[in-house]
T-cell receptor, first 114, second 115 residues
Framework: AQSVTQLDSHVSVSEGTPVLLRCNYS??????LFWYVQHPNKGLQLLLK??????LVKGINGFEAEFKKSETSFHLTKPSAHMSDAAEYFC????????????FGPGTRLSVLP | EAQVTQNPRYLITVTGKKLTVTCSQN?????MSWYRQDPGLGLRQIYY???????DKGDVPEGYKVSRKEKRNFPLILESPSPNQTSLYFC??????????????FGAGSRLTVL
């Protein structure tokens, strides 16, 4: 069975400082991994995805994530936070195949302080 | 514009009054799915559909029904809503699984309150 753990329910950073949102997964097979962002009162938008190509994945708005199989981690980073990054972030794992079951982590709320 | 459209966006209803939340996509996606989002729990899958007339239960299907009579539509039906179904609901779609994982495209969400 697959599962996703997001280690922090809430992260607060100052504008211009680095962002680190942590995600660990559990999967019996090689998964695909995603980060989605949800701004207040909006749907979810894809930030980036990993599908067994390069382990360092670049996404939109300056975000990137590194897949580390030995640590079963897929942490999301950004060198410099902007006010517009304040949102809820979800780490997602999928084995694909029939059912394409996507398992969502509980989410991390990112606050950006001026 | 490629999109997933859900209606209604907001609904307040009473226990036991049947309701349907519609979901439509214009991307010719085979796969469609319903999720509910509750604080601290992330998104949990209710039902999914791999194609027309093919549906299956997700993690939290109790109290819900779905149908997939057309490729573009995937309505969520609450036959007898109860207060524990008060939640934010999302419909999502993607291409059928091919090489690599396909990305989910989400609707804007439907906030349901059951009194």
């Amino acid at each position: 069975a697959q599962s996703v753990t997001q280690l922090d329910s809430h992260v607060s950073v100052s504008e211009g400082t680095p962002v680190l949102l942590r995600c660990n997964y559990s999967s019996s097979y090689s998964p695909s991994l995603f980060w989605y962002v949800q701004h207040p009162n909006k749907g979810l938008q894809l930030l980036l995805k990993y599908t067994s190509a390069a382990t360092l994945v670049k996404g939109i708005n300056g975000f990137e994530a590194e897949f580390k199989k030995s640590e079963t981690s897929f942490h999301l980073t950004k060198p410099s936070a902007h006010m517009s990054d304040a949102a809820e972030y979800f780490c997602v794992v999928s084995l694909g195949g029939y059912g394409q079951n996507f398992v969502f982590g509980p989410g991390t709320r990112l606050s950006v302080l001026p | 514009e490629a999109q997933v459209t859900q209606n209604p966006r907001y609904l307040i209803t009473v226990t036991g009054k049947k309701l349907t939340v519609t979901c439509s996509q214009n991307m010719n996606h085979e796969y469609m799915s319903w999720y509910r989002q509750d604080p601290g729990l992330g998104l949990r899958q209710i039902y999914y559909s791999m194609n027309v007339e093919v549906t299956d239960k997700g993690d939290v299907p109790e109290g819900y029904k779905v149908s997939r009579k057309e490729k573009r539509n995937f309505p969520l039906i609450l036959e007898s809503p109860s207060p524990n179904q008060t939640s934010l609901y999302f419909c999502a779609s993607s291409l059928k699984q091919g090489a690599g994982a396909n990305v989910l495209t989400f609707g804007a969400g439907s906030r349901l309150t059951v009194l």
